[in-house]
């Protein structure tokens, strides 16, 4: 499994339709994900990109990883309130999503995968 760059139309069928239902949360997803909100020319998230390849292969069948870039869906990211990036977005099947500013590291990712997204104490 790959990190796998979304568009807008495609963060609405996959993660969640925020447009159809703007003031509840309705998960789309059939497994938890994480979305990385990133730019090109962000120093720390060229350092996050290859610590989510590595956990979207650790974690095939369990987890999505996505990531949106905020310079060509500014609309999606001005959606969450994108103001600093990284900004990563951790969808459980149930409950509320998470966002996590700024960079972390594999130890947190994992950390927060399994608290967050996997229910693992």
């Given amino acids: 499994m790959k990190v796998q760059e979304l568009t807008k139309t495609e963060f609405l069928k996959k993660v969640a339709n925020y447009e159809a239902s703007p003031n509840k949360w309705v998960y789309k997803g059939d497994k938890p994900c994480i979305v990385d909100f990133y730019a090109t020319w ?15 292969e650790e974690y095939a069948g369990k987890i999505d990883i996505y990531k949106v870039d905020t310079e060509k869906e500014e609309g999606l990211a001005a959606s969450f309130g ?23 590291g594999k130890a947190d990712f994992k950390k927060a995968i399994n608290e967050v997204l996997l229910k693992k104490e």
């Fill in 82 to 104: 994108i103001r600093s990036i990284p900004s990563l977005l951790f969808c459980p099947m149930n409950g509320q999503p998470q966002m996590a500013k700024g960079a972390m």
């Fill in 42 to 56: 962000c120093g720390p998230c060229k350092m996050v990109a290859p610590i989510l390849e590595e956990l979207a």
